[in-house]
């Protein structure tokens, strides 16, 4: 069946729509979608009931954690770390539940976000969030790292890596190099999927940032979708 990957999603749940309109998705079709789908956006919660949604229709539909789920998940865990989520967007989506305080979220959506895996392996791809961590004997050891490592492409253990390709979100990048990761994908081996989606809707008028990307894993394709909140 088919697989496609979805970089951060950050709660732009129309532009997540709008993507998933341009594959053609069907029933037992999987989806890795690679973290990050709540906060700073419009609509952290539609995000995970639209999850909720796919995996009814029968589609598989794997939701790596984001270090932006970890700080939720961080605040329900001790109050005192409320603020952190909060200011990094959290406010967005409480106001998404309709809700006060972390702690008055629902346990259905608290357990979904904790059922989260750190990295996820398929089809000779290795999906994770931030990316792994070189310096280790096992780059994937680390689950902190795994949430906010950014620019690891230069120690890439390729012994290691054998022949899998990294995909992976966290670090807002410009279009142009996401696009010569996209062709050099056989050699580089690493493609990041996150164009800072939410930072069009946030009034960052960038040009080259502001778009939801999926790979297909299956026939290397990349679709590209403008954040339509």
Known sequence: ???????????????????????????????????????????????????????????????????????????IADESAWNRWLINGGLEALESFGLARPDQIPELYLDFFRAMPFWYETDGFLCVHGGPDFSLADPLENEHRLLWMRRWYADIDYQWLGDRTILHGHTPEEMEMIETQYRNLETGRYLNLDNGCVYAYRGMLRSDLGRLLAFSLDEGKLFVQKCVE
Do not use: W
Not at 16 to 41: S, T, W, Y
Not at 54 to 73: A, F, T
């Open 1 to 75: 069946m088919p697989t496609y990957a979805i970089g951060d999603i950050h709660g732009c749940n129309r532009t997540f729509q709008a993507l998933l309109e341009q594959l053609p998705l069907q029933p037992g079709d999987k989806l890795v979608l690679l973290g990050d789908l709540i906060d700073r956006g419009p609509d952290s919660k539609g995000v995970v009931d639209l999850v909720f949604r796919l995996r009814e229709y029968g589609h598989r539909v794997v939701c790596l954690r984001g270090n932006h789920e970890q700080l939720l998940l961080d605040a």
